[in-house]
C-alpha cells in the first residue's frame, strides 16, 4: 500500500508539473507561470490570468470534500486582498477522479458555495468560514464568479498526449518522436528545477524563456553520442558538423566566438597548446600579398580562469611569439570591444583574441561586422546564458567532457 501510496503521490507532482507546461503553452506570447506560488500554478497573462489548484485522483472518487479545503484556502486568500471589485486573475481549480463528478453542480449557486465548501466541523464545532470572515452576499458572489472548477480534467496519459502535441506546434521542426524523447524531458527538467527554488521570485518564468530553455536539442542529443560512442567519434563528430569546410583547405572569413569552460582543469602547458592550434586552424593563412579584408582571428572567452591564471597564459603565449588582442589599449585602460573587434593587420599580426569575461561578450559580439558571426559554447554542466549573447545570434552549445575537447576536435 505504501509503495501504491509513493506512486501516486509522484504522478500527481508530475501530473501538476505537465499542467503547468500546458498553461504556459497555451498561454498568449506574454504569459509566465510561478511554480508553487499562491496555488500550484499562478498564471500571468492578462485577462487569462488565475491562480490554479491541480489535483489528480485517478483511484479516488470526487466528493465536494477533497475540494473544499482548497476553496476555503482560495475564500481566504481573495478575502486577505479586500475583495477587490476590478479582479480579473480567477481562481481555478483543476483535478481529475476515478468517477463522481455528477455530485457537482455546475455553475455554482451561493448557497451550494456555502453548504459544499465553505461549512466544516472540527471538534464538534460547526464553522462557516464566509461568515466568520464578515462576507456578505455581493462579495460572495463575486467571489464566486472568479472561482472555475473543472472536475473532469484530463487523465494522466490524455493531459501528457495534449502536451506533446504543444511542443510539437511551438517548436520549429518539431516531430512528434523529438516532442517525447528531447524536448518533454527537457521541458519537465526546468519546470522541477523552478520548484525547488526557495524564492518565489526564482520559481517564475516567462513563456519565451521557458521555450528557450526546452529548445536545447543538440545539448541532450551531443550528450547521448558522446556516451554511446565515445569521445573520440564525438570529436569527429563536432568537426564534421560545425568546422568542415568543404575541398578547400581555405578557411572562410568569419567572427568565430569560443567560449571554453576551463574550471578546475588549468594547466597552462595544455591551454598554451591549445591556444596555438586554435590560433594556426581558425585564423587566415598569412601570405605576402594577403589583402587586409582577409585577415581573421578567432575570439576566446575562458571561463573559470582567475585573474591571475589568464595572465599566465597570455605571457606563455606571448613568450612563444602568439600576439594576441585583449581589448585593453594600454595599462589601466577601460576594455574596449571596437578595438579587440578590428581585424589584424599586416602590422599587427594578432592570431587569437581574448574577451575578458562573460559581461564583455554580448558587447564584443555586438562590435563584430564585416563578416559571419559564430559563437561556440564548449561547456561542461551549464551552457552559457542567453542574456550574454545579441538578439539574433546563436550559440552552438557543445556538451564537453573536459576542457580540452577543442583540441581533440581540431586533431580529429
Known amino acids: 500500500m505504501a509503495d501504491r501510496s509513493a506512486t501516486a503521490t509522484i ?3 508530475f501530473y501538476q508539473f505537465d499542467q503547468t507546461i500546458v498553461r504556459l503553452l497555451e498561454g498568449s506570447e506574454h504569459a509566465s507561470v510561478t511554480v508553487e506560488g499562491i496555488e500550484d500554478i499562478d498564471i500571468d497573462d492578462g485577462s487569462d490570468s488565475a491562480f490554479v489548484q491541480c489535483k489528480y485522483y485517478e483511484g479516488t472518487e470526487y466528493n465536494h470534500s477533497v475540494i473544499k479545503e482548497a476553496v476555503i484556502h482560495m475564500l481566504r486568500h481573495f478575502h486577505a486582498a479586500g475583495c477587490p471589485t476590478g479582479q480579473v486573475i480567477k481562481y481555478r481549480l483543476y483535478g481529475h477522479y476515478r468517477s463522481g463528478q455528477t455530485k457537482l453542480t455546475l455553475p455554482l449557486t451561493d448557497n451550494f458555495l456555502k453548504v459544499n465548501f465553505l461549512t466544516y466541523t472540527k471538534d464538534k464545532v460547526e464553522h462557516k468560514v464566509h461568515e466568520e470572515l464578515g462576507l456578505v452576499g455581493p462579495e460572495l458572489a463575486l467571489f464566486r464568479s472568479l472561482l472555475e472548477i473543472d472536475v473532469n480534467a484530463l487523465s494522466y496519459d490524455a493531459q501528457q498526449t495534449k502536451l506533446l502535441k504543444l511542443l510539437e506546434s511551438v517548436i520549429p521542426g518539431c516531430s512528434d518522436v523529438d516532442a517525447k524523447v528531447f524536448y518533454y524531458p527537457s521541458a519537465i527538467n526546468v519546470i522541477q528545477s523552478l520548484a525547488i527554488q526557495a524564492d518565489e521570485a526564482k520559481r517564475k518564468i516567462s513563456k519565451k524563456n521557458f521555450l528557450r530553455e526546452v529548445n536545447r536539442k543538440d545539448v541532450i542529443f551531443s550528450a547521448w553520442l558522446r556516451k554511446k560512442f565515445g569521445d573520440e567519434y564525438y570529436a569527429r563528430l563536432i568537426r564534421r558538423k560545425h568546422f568542415h ?5 581555405k578557411i572562410p572569413k568569419a567572427s568565430r566566438f569560443f567560449v571554453i569552460d576551463m574550471a578546475g582543469e588549468y594547466e597552462v602547458s595544455k591551454a598554451t ?3 596555438v592550434q586554435m590560433a594556426e ?20 572567452l575562458l571561463r573559470g580562469l582567475t585573474t591571475d591564471e589568464l595572465v599566465e597564459l597570455k ?3 606571448w613568450h612563444q611569439g602568439v600576439t594576441f588582442n585583449d581589448g585593453y589599449p594600454f ?13 589584424p593587420t599586416k ?17 564584443t559580439i555586438a562590435a563584430a561586422t564585416g563578416s559571419v558571426i559564430e559563437i561556440y559554447d564548449f561547456y561542461k554542466t551549464t ?25 581533440e576536435v581540431m586533431q580529429a
Open 11 to 13: 504522478k500527481g507532482y
Open 245 to 249: 569546410f568543404g575541398r578547400t583547405t
Open 273 to 275: 597548446q591549445m591556444m
Open 281 to 300: 586552424f581558425f585564423s587566415h593563412k598569412e601570405h605576402v600579398r594577403t589583402p587586409s579584408s582577409d585577415r581573421f582571428c578567432p575570439y576566446v
Open 315 to 317: 605571457k606563455s603565449l
Open 331 to 343: 595599462q589601466g585602460a577601460d576594455f574596449w570591444p571596437d578595438g579587440l573587434t578590428a581585424d
Open 347 to 363: 602590422e599587427q599580426l594578432w592570431r587569437i583574441k581574448f574577451v575578458p569575461d562573460e559581461d564583455q561578450l554580448r558587447p
Open 383 to 407: 551552457p552559457l546564458d542567453g542574456a550574454h549573447i545579441p538578439k539574433g545570434k546563436v550559440a552552438y552549445a557543445i556538451k564537453s567532457s573536459n576542457s580540452y575537447l577543442l583540441q
